[in-house]
């Protein structure tokens, strides 16, 4: 699909002929290459339609540098449809803006699936390949995957079972690390529940969620959203509590109708792009291993350098479970963990 405007352009408003979408990624140093697998169309693969994306570096000030570079070695940004890939070479950290353009009027029908792999031969961006085959068939589906450890060796995630209620299918139960919702249909995830299999001791998870406008709080064993009520959930996010919580660490990913994959970060809030909503995720608790060594997230350094200096003020929660907030409002209700998030 190419945009061109012709003598015309200057009496289209652009703004509302097409619809951008962008998501943000942090990478390290190193070298990776981003590949442009596939574009859905109604939840089935088109050979025809080819969307562009576009890669940048956000302006946000980390220390590192980038580079795009194309099939021909030449500096290349722009990735046309399925088949076309780009490396991406990082000194320091960067965050980089890959950026989708649509026709407005396809916005809510088109999905991209694209893969981040990094070359290096230890990285865990790596991981997926060799993954053992589950009993889930979701499972097996060739997403892009991001882990949080970098470690080579990773103890076996802590047992779980995931309940989540799907439009048009009802209660699915999927084991951890397993999809529930399939990443790349446009079915609404409308609730999730989390239950441990011999749980850890002195570890719990609380997760919290955005349904039109209320946010809705759970720990393990609760429901998180809704059920048979049609609504979305637009936003999630995940922590652990507990006094063993600092040796273990979460991982997964969140999949949205507008075709992202987003990884999963502790305490950090997965926001849906506008008019999307979740669709799918997979989630699981792993002990942390001996080498592993925790590194500041650059992009949480950066926010938090732009917090006002005075104390956050955390959120209260009313019977339903929903926690009263404005514009500056904590989705912890555990002071020791509170996180103020600009809406």
């Not at 890939?85 to 088109?110: E, H, M, Q, W």
């Not at 990094?118 to 990285?123: G, I, M, N, P, R």
């Amino acid at each position: 699909m190419q945009f061109k405007t012709g003598k015309y352009s200057n009496k289209i408003d652009l703004n509302k002929t097409l619809n951008v979408s962008n998501y943000l990624m942090t990478l390290s140093k190193g070298l990776y290459v981003l590949r442009y697998q596939n574009v859905f169309d109604g939840g089935h693969v088109s050979e025809e339609m080819k969307v562009p994306l576009a890669l940048s570096r956000a302006p946000i000030d980390l220390d590192g540098s980038v580079e795009f570079i194309g099939p021909d070695d030449t500096p290349s940004n722009v990735l046309h449809g399925p088949g076309d890939y780009c490396v991406i070479k990082v000194t320091g950290d960067v965050v980089i803006n890959i950026s989708k353009f649509l026709p407005a009027r396809l916005a809510d029908k088109i999905q991209i699936k694209w893969n981040l792999e990094s070359l290096e031969a230890d990285s865990s961006l790596n991981q997926g390949r060799n993954t053992p085959k589950s009993s889930n068939s979701l499972a097996e589906l060739a997403a892009p995957s991001s882990a949080a450890s970098r470690t080579s060796i990773k103890p076996r995630p802590a047992p779980m079972k995931i309940t989540g209620h799907i439009e048009n299918a009802g209660d699915v139960t999927v084991k951890e690390n397993e999809w529930l919702g399939h990443p790349f249909n446009k079915t609404r995830l409308e609730g999730i529940t989390l239950q441990w299999i011999n749980k850890p001791a002195k570890l719990d998870i609380r997760s919290v969620c955005m349904v039109e406008g209320r946010m809705l709080q759970a720990t393990s064993g609760e429901l998180l959203g809704t059920v048979r009520q049609g609504k979305a959930i637009s936003e999630l996010a995940f922590v652990l509590e507990g006094d063993n919580a600092e040796q273990y660490e979460l991982s997964g990913e969140i999949a949205f109708s507008d075709g992202r994959i987003v990884p999963i970060k502790e305490r950090e809030r997965l926001v849906s792009g506008q008019g999307s909503f979740i669709v799918g995720a997979r989630l699981a608790v792993t002990k942390k291993s001996l080498d592993s060594a925790e590194v500041e997230n650059p992009v949480d350094a950066f926010l938090s350098a732009k917090q006002p200096k005075s104390a956050p003020q955390t959120t209260s929660a009313n019977a339903a479970g929903e926690s009263e907030h404005d514009e500056n409002y904590s989705i912890w209700l555990d002071t020791k963990r509170t996180k103020v998030i600009q809406s």
